[in-house]
């Protein structure tokens, strides 16, 4: 058996998962997801990801119900097909602003334009307590509480071992503060310490 994960693309926070034989390769509609774009007047009103998001909640779906909600030149969102029907049905407003939506091809998903932060750091060691708590600017005591609250995912699977082996590339959800990206693994400094750069993407 394999695990497998569809959440419009790479860079997807939120995936929906599928366990299937090694011999079966799903395909995107497999996994039973449905990209939607907004269309409303962009001259007269401003819709964010937090407009979206509070708009879709107030209509009584489940979050895992909902995908990513991605802002760029266009506004689109990923939802379970089972409630795609409702959606377009219930959804009229946002921000009292008169919306439109549109089913389009999963491979037409846009990229966010997200501003992603750089950091440089110098850790003991790539464990995932030591690396968060860099990234959120807390003691390392704090970093290991959010571990064992499963406050944390990496690659979008919960984590639940402080002592968990970050490598170059691994996304990290971090529960009341947004993502991080390890971007690059340095070299080690004279004192035996290794050099980081991230990315956050806080709120």
Same mark, same amino acid.
Do not use: C
């Given at each position: 058996?394999?695990?497998?994960f569809?959440g419009?693309? $790479?860079? $997807? @926070?939120?995936?929906?998962? *599928?366990? $299937?034989? @090694?011999?079966f390769s799903?395909k995107?509609?497999?996994?039973?997801?449905? %990209?939607?774009?907004l @269309?409303?007047?962009? /001259?007269?009103?401003?819709?964010d !990801?937090?407009?979206?998001?509070?708009?879709?909640?107030?209509?009584?779906?489940?979050?895992?119900q909902?995908?990513?909600?991605?802002?760029g030149d266009?506004?689109?969102?990923?939802?379970?097909?089972?409630i @795609?029907s &409702?959606?377009?049905?219930? +959804? /009229?407003?946002?921000?009292?602003?008169?919306?439109?939506? !549109?089913?389009?091809?999963?491979?037409?998903?846009?990229?966010?334009k997200?501003?992603?932060?750089?950091?440089?750091?110098?850790?003991?060691?790539?464990?995932?307590d030591?690396v +968060?708590?860099?990234?959120?600017? /807390?003691?390392r005591?704090?970093?290991?509480? &959010?571990?064992e609250?499963?406050?944390?995912?990496?690659? !979008?699977?919960?984590?639940?071992?402080?002592?968990?082996?970050?490598?170059s590339?691994?996304?990290?959800s971090?529960q009341? !503060?947004g993502?991080?990206? *390890?971007?690059?693994?340095?070299?080690?400094t004279k004192k035996?310490?290794?050099?980081?750069? &991230?990315?956050? %993407?806080?709120?």
């Amino acid at each position: 058996m394999k695990l497998e994960f569809q959440g419009g693309n $790479s860079d $997807s @926070e939120r995936k929906r998962a *599928m366990i $299937s034989p @090694e011999y079966f390769s799903p395909k995107d509609e497999d996994f039973e997801l449905v %990209l939607l774009e907004l @269309e409303y007047p962009e /001259k007269f009103a401003t819709i964010d !990801h937090r407009n979206v998001l509070g708009t879709l909640m107030s209509l009584s779906i489940e979050r895992d119900q909902l995908g990513d909600i991605v802002v760029g030149d266009k506004i689109q969102f990923i939802l379970t097909k089972n409630i @795609e029907s &409702y959606i377009m049905l219930e +959804l /009229k407003r946002i921000k009292n602003v008169p919306v439109k939506l !549109h089913e389009v091809p999963m491979q037409d998903m846009i990229q966010s334009k997200e501003n992603w932060t750089t950091h440089q750091a110098t850790v003991s060691a790539l464990r995932l307590d030591v690396v +968060l708590k860099e990234m959120i600017r /807390k003691s390392r005591s704090i970093a290991k509480q &959010y571990i064992e609250k499963k406050l944390i995912k990496v690659n !979008h699977t919960i984590i639940e071992r402080p002592d968990f082996q970050l490598e170059s590339g691994d996304l990290l959800s971090i529960q009341g !503060h947004g993502r991080a990206r *390890m971007t690059e693994i340095g070299p080690k400094t004279k004192k035996d310490k290794l050099r980081i750069v &991230y990315e956050t %993407l806080f709120k």
